[in-house]
């Protein structure tokens, strides 16, 4: 059982430059999430989703987008990158009826904008 | 505003001894609590959860953790450290809306 799967594990961007990472789940999970992760803050929520077609805007969503086309991907997409995107980016599901806080976590990706 | 701070950013304890980490955390409505674990290179790992109930709540990995609503409270506990519960963790808040607090998170260091 794979889990939450996200692509790539590690990424180096210029300022300006797009680029998108991805986040699968095989758990058929309704509610997906995207957070960075930043030192000496914790984790900070960019976009969620509760279903497929649905999508919200978290605590930091500037600079970011998402879509959620199918219940098993959750793509984030920086349209163009800043220095200030630097961080690690966590994707997260939760099943439905499941408790918020209830989530399953990806292994990262550790995003570099130079 | 709602907030969770845990106050050790790094806590070192010898391998066989006890271990509490700190949270406290200030929530307008009754709270969800939670625990996760970070291993090095690793996503996050629940630990353990409050919703309701018994305010003392046991976890995976032989943690427990005590919600104690007078004090704003939700301290992790663990009788006896083992090297490879060295990690960083994390309490987080939660209440009905999908969003949830973290903390900036305690780094555990084991002293072999």
């Known amino acids: 059982n794979a889990g939450v799967t996200q692509t790539p594990k590690f990424q180096v961007l210029k300022t300006g430059q797009s680029m998108t990472l991805q986040c699968a789940q095989d758990?058929?999970?309704?509610?997906m999430s995207w957070y960075r992760q930043d030192p000496g803050m914790g984790l900070r929520l960019i976009h969620y989703?509760?279903?497929?077609?649905?999508?919200d805007q978290g605590e930091v969503p500037n600079g970011y987008n998402v879509s959620r086309s199918t219940t098993e991907d959750f793509p984030l997409r920086l349209l163009s990158a800043a220095p200030s995107q630097t961080s690690v980016y966590f994707c997260?599901?939760?099943?439905?009826?499941?408790?918020?806080?209830?989530?399953?976590f990806g292994e990262g990706s550790r995003l570099t904008v130079l | 505003a709602q907030s969770v701070t845990q106050p050790d950013i790094h806590i070192t304890v010898s391998e066989g001894a006890s271990l509490e980490l700190r949270c406290n955390y200030s929530?307008?409505?009754?709270?969800?609590l939670f625990w996760y674990v970070q291993s090095p290179g690793q996503g996050l790992q629940l630990l353990l959860k409050?919703?309701?109930?018994d305010t003392l709540v046991q976890g995976i990995k032989g943690f427990e953790a005590e919600f104690k609503r007078s004090q704003s409270s939700f301290n992790l506990r663990k009788p006896s450290v083992h090297w490879s519960d060295a990690a960083e963790y994390f309490c987080?808040?939660?209440?009905?809306?999908?969003?949830?607090?973290w903390g900036a998170g305690t780094k555990l260091i084991i002293k072999p």
């Open positions: 997260a599901s939760r099943r439905a009826g499941g408790r918020i806080g209830e989530l399953f």
């Open positions: 758990m058929n999970h309704e509610y």
């Open positions: 989703s509760v279903g497929a077609g649905i999508t």
């Open positions: 929530y307008g409505a009754t709270p969800y």
């Open positions: 409050y919703f309701s109930g």
């Open positions: 987080a808040v939660g209440g009905s809306n999908y969003q949830l607090i």
